[in-house]
T-cell receptor, first 113, second 114 residues
Framework: SAVISQKPSRDICQRGTSLTIQCQVD?????MFWYRQQPGQSLTLIAT?????????ESGFVIDKFPISRPNLTFSTLTVSNMSPEDSSIYLC??????????FGSGTRLTVV | DQQVKQNSPSLSVQEGRISILNCDYT??????FLWYKKYPAEGPTFLIS?????DKNEDGRFTVFLNKSAKHLSLHIVPSQPGDSAVYFC?????????????FGPGTSLSVIP
C-alpha cells in the first residue's frame, strides 16, 4: 500500500488566516481524498482531488473555503481559508487504488483561536 | 442522509472472545467495502476489504462477511486482543461508476477487556 506523508501534524492559527496542508504519496495513486473529523464525529469527505482538474466537492463544502490542488499523481494540498473556530478539526488526506486499498496520512490537528 | 451506517457506537468484549462489528449501507451502487481501524491521535489504517463479488474475506484474525441482499456487512475479530481496542470505520465505494469515492460510517469504538 502507498505511504502518505502529511504535514503539518498540528497547528494553532488565528481566525481569518489560511493554512495549507500537504500530502505526499510515495507512489502514484489514482484517487486522493480529503476528509475532516470534527470532535466526536466520523470522517466526513470534503472533496476528491482530481489530477489536472478542479476538485469535486461534497455537499456543504466549497472551493472558496477549501481550495485543493493536485498537480500530479503523488501530491495534493488542501487550504483552509479564512479560518474560524468552527474549522478546528482533524484534517486527513487519503490516497490509493481499489486494488491495493487506501491509506491515510497521519492527520493535521488544526486549532483556530 | 447517511449512506453507510454503524448503529453501535461502542462495543465491549472480553479478551479471547469474538468481536462482531456491524455495518449497513443504503446505496446499491456500492460494490467495494473496506474496514479501517483508528487509534487516538493517529490516522485510520486499512484493515481488510471485500468486493461485492464475494461474501467472505479472511485475513488472519479478521474476517469480513458481506450480505448484498441485506446491504449488510460485518467484521469478525477472533480471538479479540486488548490491542484491538480502537475505533473501527466501515467504508464503501462504487468502483464501477465514474465517480469513485469512499464513504465512511460513523465508527464503532471497540474495547477489549483483559
Amino acid at each position: 500500500s502507498a505511504v502518505i506523508s502529511q504535514k503539518p501534524s498540528r497547528d494553532i492559527c488565528q481566525r481569518g488566516t489560511s493554512l495549507t496542508i500537504q500530502c505526499q504519496v510515495d507512489s502514484q495513486v489514482t484517487m486522493m481524498f480529503w476528509y475532516r473529523q470534527q470532535p466526536g464525529q466520523s470522517l466526513t469527505l470534503i472533496a476528491t482531488a482530481n489530477q489536472g482538474s478542479e476538485a469535486t466537492y461534497e455537499s456543504g463544502f466549497v472551493i472558496d473555503k477549501f481550495p485543493i490542488s493536485r498537480p500530479n499523481l503523488t501530491f495534493s494540498t488542501l487550504t483552509v481559508s479564512n479560518m474560524s473556530p468552527e474549522d478546528s478539526s482533524i484534517y486527513l488526506c487519503s490516497g490509493g487504488t481499489e486494488a491495493n486499498g487506501y491509506t491515510f496520512g497521519s492527520g493535521t490537528r488544526l486549532t483556530v483561536v | 442522509d447517511q449512506q453507510v451506517k454503524q448503529n453501535s457506537p461502542s462495543l465491549s468484549v472480553q479478551e479471547g472472545r469474538i468481536s462482531i462489528l456491524n455495518c449497513d449501507y443504503t446505496n446499491s451502487m456500492f460494490d467495494y467495502f473496506l474496514w479501517y481501524k483508528k487509534y487516538p491521535a493517529e490516522g485510520p489504517t486499512f484493515l481488510i476489504s471485500i468486493s461485492s463479488i464475494k461474501d467472505k474475506n479472511e485475513d488472519g484474525r479478521f474476517t469480513v462477511f458481506l450480505n448484498k441482499s441485506a446491504k449488510h456487512l460485518s467484521l469478525h475479530i477472533v480471538p479479540s486482543q486488548p490491542g484491538d481496542s480502537a475505533v473501527y470505520f466501515c467504508a464503501a465505494s462504487a468502483v464501477e461508476t465514474s465517480y469513485d469515492k469512499v464513504i465512511f460510517g460513523p465508527g464503532t469504538s471497540l474495547s477489549v477487556i483483559p
